[in-house]
């Protein structure tokens, strides 16, 4: 079974583009969440989505950040106006949890986002 | 303010040592512990922790936690080149939402 999907693996553009990540969970999973990785904050959770409703997104930095799920199967984050403090690694997971419930969750390879 | 704090930050040890590695943590409405394993790409589960004393084993890796002082620790023993990598501790709050330790460094030198 395939994990996790991020596209695209790389991204490098320049301050003040739009910038869209996006994300295919595991098949059957209800639960999927966004996290961005810097070397000064770690692992941090931006928003998280179960059965494709957003449940949680104080993580979200401001106002420039929107994450979307239209479907069970794909997921958006889109940065608009990109700036050079958003440089980092963005994970996609998924888990099979349904609300109100834990269970293991399943990291995307990420993608690495450079902002000129 | 919710954290979750790792230490070492670093370690280097020889292949064949034994090594310890700790994770406290201070995060409302706790409800697990999770480890991960980060190598030059995504985090890779290792245990979820959620009773306080019992030991997860898997290989030369086991985890423990004790909810009492608000600590776990990792052991990998007989560490072997390829167990160099990111460690993250993480702890589940809620239901879903993992806040993260700034992880350790671990370097096994052949």
């Known amino acids: 079974d395939a994990g996790v999907i991020q596209s695209p693996r790389h991204e490098v553009t320049e301050m003040g583009q739009e910038v869209t990540l996006r994300c295919k969970p595991i098949?059957?999973?209800?639960?999927l969440f966004w996290y961005r990785q810097t070397m000064m904050r770690g692992l941090e959770l931006l928003i998280y989505f179960n059965n494709n409703v957003p449940i949680d997104d104080s993580g979200m930095p401001e106002d420039r950040f929107s994450a979307k799920m239209p479907n069970a199967s794909f997921s958006t984050l889109k940065i608009q106006p990109s700036e050079p403090r958003d440089s980092a690694v963005y994970f996609c997971?998924?888990?099979?949890?349904?609300?109100?419930?834990?269970?293991?969750?399943?990291f995307g390879p990420g993608t690495r986002l450079t902002v000129l | 303010e919710d954290k979750v704090v790792q230490s070492p930050l670093s370690l280097v040890v020889h292949e064949g040592d034994t090594v310890t590695l700790n994770c406290s943590y201070e995060?409302?409405?706790?409800?697990?512990l999770l480890w991960y394993k980060q190598e030059k790409k995504a985090p890779t589960f290792l245990f979820m922790l959620t009773s306080s004393g019992i030991e997860k084993k898997s290989g030369r890796l086991s985890s423990i936690l004790d909810k009492k002082e608000l600590f776990s620790i990792l052991n990998i023993t007989a560490t072997q080149t390829g167990d160099s990598a990111v460690y993250l501790c993480a702890v589940v709050q809620g239901a879903q939402k993992l806040v993260f330790g700034q992880g350790t460094r671990l370097t096994i030198n052949p």
């Open positions: 098949s059957g999973h209800n639960s």
């Open positions: 995060v409302t409405n706790f409800r697990s």
């Open positions: 997971a998924s888990s099979l949890a349904s609300l109100g419930y834990t269970d293991t969750q399943y």
